[in-house]
Structures are given as structure tokens and as C-alpha cells.
T-cell receptor
Framework: GQQVMQIPQYQHVQEGEDFTTYCNSS?????IQWYKQRPGGHPVFLIQ?????EVKKQKRLTFQFGEAKKNSSLHITATQTTDVGTYFC???????????FGTGTSLTVIP | GAGVSQSPSNKVTEKGKDVELRCDPI?????LYWYRQSLGQGLEFLIY????????KSGLPSDRFSAERTGGSVSTLTIQRTQQEDSAVYLC????????????????FGPGTRLTVT
């Protein structure tokens, strides 16, 4: 079946280090969204990428959508303790209205 | 304005009992999604509604699960004859509408209902 995988599953970094999570889909996605879930919280929307090869930046966060629209990445520069949480990619499948979330990458930032 | 609300926030039930989980989406949002999240795991898509219609129910884990939405607003997820493996956090999300022209809409999540089946 259709799957959206993320690596790594867990990442521990020292505060100030960079962090990257990778998202890979078994099928082409019309778009991809990224969400952040803080410990004990619910997912919160970060961004959506639609175009092949698209790159978007939000302060220290850089999001990329692959040329084939089957993979994406989130890169955080100089992590801070406020970046702690689980980052999920998500994309619509089939008719475009079923939303599948990636397996998530849990980020721990060590002060 | 008010966000997505879910009730109850916590539910403990005995194996074999039925439970009903409620979701109140953001006013004006026509799309509504249900997900399940087990401890430390990702989000498992269950079902979505566009208005009151659920075009695809294939994400529901078994025929013990059902969902409905009335008046294009409140949705209920019902689990019959609960099993221990049903224990999880059930998340509801709403968006302005479902996708169109290759683009989707931001989903706003509720706080979830933590279901524990003993």
C-alpha cells in the first residue's frame, strides 16, 4: 500500500547544531505538508509545498520538495530548545482527499 | 476564534463496551478528518468527510468503527465492542475544504481524545 516514511525516527542534537529530517513517499504526491507536534500536544501546521523542486524558508527552517514530488526534507539551522518535538510530513493520496502522515522524526535538543 | 474541540478529553472503558467520540470543527470548515495515534507513533488516517459525506471508509480499522457527521459540523466516531488494541489518542482535524487543483488546505487539529480500554 501507499506509505510515507521518514528518517531518522529519532534525533538528539546539541543546541546550536543543525537537524534534517527526510520524507519519502511510495507514490507521487500532489503536494506535501509539514506539521510539528510538541510533546503532549497536537500537530500544528508548518508549511505546504506544491511545486516540483520547491524550496521554502521560515526563519531557521528550510523545506524542500523533490523534483519527482516523491520526497521532501526539513532542515533546521542552529537548533534551539524550542524546536523540540516530532516533525511529520503528510500528503494526500488516491483521490487527493485521504491524508497520509509520515512516521515522524522526534527531535530532542540538548541544552 | 474557537479552534477544533473534542470530547471527552479522556475516556477509560472496559473491553467490549461501545464508545462515542465527538469532534466540533472550526465553523465554516467543510472538511473533517479523523486520525488515530498510538503512543509514540505516527498518525493513522481513519476517515475524512467533505460536508456530511464520507466518500471512502477504507481507512477504518474494522467494521467496529463507524463515523458520521451531521449538519456539516459535528462529527462522532463510534467504536463498538472496544478491544485493548483500540487504546490510542483519537485526533480530529478540520480544514476549509479538501484539496483542489493540486493544493491542499491546512488542517487544524483538536486536542484529541485519549481512549484507554481496560
Amino acid at each position: 500500500g501507499q506509505q510515507v516514511m521518514q528518517i531518522p525516527q529519532y534525533q538528539h542534537v546539541q543546541e546550536g547544531e543543525d537537524f534534517t529530517t527526510y520524507c519519502n513517499s511510495s507514490t507521487t504526491l500532489s503536494n506535501i505538508q509539514w506539521y510539528k507536534q510538541r510533546p503532549g500536544g497536537h500537530p500544528v501546521f508548518l508549511i505546504q509545498l506544491v511545486k516540483s523542486g520547491e524550496v521554502k524558508k521560515q526563519k531557521r527552517l528550510t523545506f524542500q520538495f523533490g523534483e519527482a514530488k516523491k520526497n521532501s526534507s526539513l532542515h533546521i539551522t542552529a537548533t534551539q530548545t524550542t524546536d523540540v518535538g516530532t516533525y511529520f510530513c503528510a500528503g494526500p493520496m488516491n483521490t487527493g482527499n485521504q491524508f497520509y502522515f509520515g512516521t515522524g522524526t522526534s527531535l530532542t535538543v540538548i541544552p | 476564534g474557537a479552534g477544533v474541540s473534542q470530547s471527552p478529553s479522556n475516556k477509560v472503558t472496559e473491553k467490549g463496551k461501545d464508545v462515542e467520540l465527538r469532534c466540533d470543527p472550526i465553523s465554516g470548515h467543510t472538511a473533517l478528518y479523523w486520525y488515530r495515534q498510538s503512543l509514540g507513533q505516527g498518525l493513522e488516517f481513519l476517515i475524512y468527510f467533505q460536508g456530511n459525506s464520507a466518500p471512502d471508509k477504507s481507512g477504518l480499522p474494522s467494521d467496529r468503527f463507524s463515523a458520521e457527521r451531521t449538519g456539516g459540523s459535528v462529527s462522532t466516531l463510534t467504536i463498538q465492542r472496544t478491544q485493548q488494541e483500540d487504546s490510542a489518542v483519537y485526533l480530529c482535524a478540520s480544514s476549509f475544504r479538501t484539496s483542489g487543483r493540486g493544493s491542499s488546505y491546512e488542517q487544524y487539529f483538536g486536542p484529541g481524545t485519549r481512549l484507554t480500554v481496560t
